[in-house]
């Protein structure tokens, strides 16, 4: 079946750093567009980056430009989230999920992020 | 801060219909997503493109927008919809996605 799992989180002090990552399965990994999405504890969702089908395109939310780096290694079927200067408000659940792609609606594509994997947590403390 | 605002927490009567509202400028151009989310597990999309349900998502769930709102609804609402949802959508320049802070939804 479809499934994401994340692996690399853990303890960590800050401004120390961390890399990331998700492992695809039960689809065809270099088609689909990734994203790490992370959860504070006991706090919401936050978009944290997104990286395209084939690595070209990168993008990131401004609390992770010039900190963090997404990639890809689509022989692996993997994306990981290099983190540097990790900071306390980086704690958090981090989450990989794919982007699924649907029709396009008044030139804007439908798109949502499907399935998300199980998460692994990052701890940012001294 | 979030670019999508939803209101905090709602509850509702066993059976009875409730509506969530995702407020923000991108919804205008970009169309809502909805995510569900139960305590300890990951998120799971419940409607997306608007008003489109994936395979196994009751019809009791729904969606629809307005100019710069989207809402879910809820029809006959379930024990099991007790859960924070989170609606989900682009920014004005459409690189970046945005989630909003997420409505807890009690079922009474």
């Known amino acids: 079946q479809v499934q994401l799992v994340e692996s690399g989180g853990g303890v960590v002090q800050p401004g120390r750093s961390l890399r990331l990552s998700c492992v695809a399965s039960g689809f065809t990994f270099s088609t689909y567009d990734i994203h790490w999405v992370r959860q504070a504890p006991g706090k919401g969702l936050e978009w944290v980056a997104v990286i395209s089908y084939d690595g070209s395109n990168k993008n990131y939310a401004d609390s992770a430009k010039g900190r963090f780096t997404i990639s890809r290694d689509n022989s692996k079927n993997t994306v990981n989230l290099q983190m540097n200067s990790l900071r306390g408000e980086d704690t958090a659940v981090y989450y990989c999920?794919?982007?699924?792609?649907?029709?396009?609606?008044?030139?804007?594509?439908?798109?949502?992020?499907?399935?998300w994997g199980q998460g692994t947590l990052v701890t940012v403390s001294s | 801060s979030s670019d999508l605002t939803q209101d905090p927490a709602v509850s509702v009567a066993l059976g009875q219909t409730v509506r969530i509202t995702c407020q923000g400028d991108s919804l205008r151009s970009y169309h809502a997503n909805w995510y569900q989310q139960k305590p300890g597990q990951a998120p799971a999309v419940v409607i997306y493109g608007k008003n489109k349900r994936p395979s196994g998502i009751p019809d009791r769930f729904s969606g629809s927008s307005s100019g710069n709102t989207a809402s879910l609804t809820i029809t006959g609402t379930q024990a099991e919809d007790e859960a924070d949802y989170y609606c989900?959508?682009?920014?004005?320049?459409?690189?970046?996605?945005?989630f909003g802070a997420g409505t807890k939804v009690t079922v009474l």
């Open positions: 989900n959508s682009r920014d004005s320049s459409g690189n970046h996605y945005v």
């Open positions: 999920a794919r982007e699924r792609v649907g029709e396009w609606v008044a030139g804007v594509a439908i798109d949502w992020l499907d399935p």
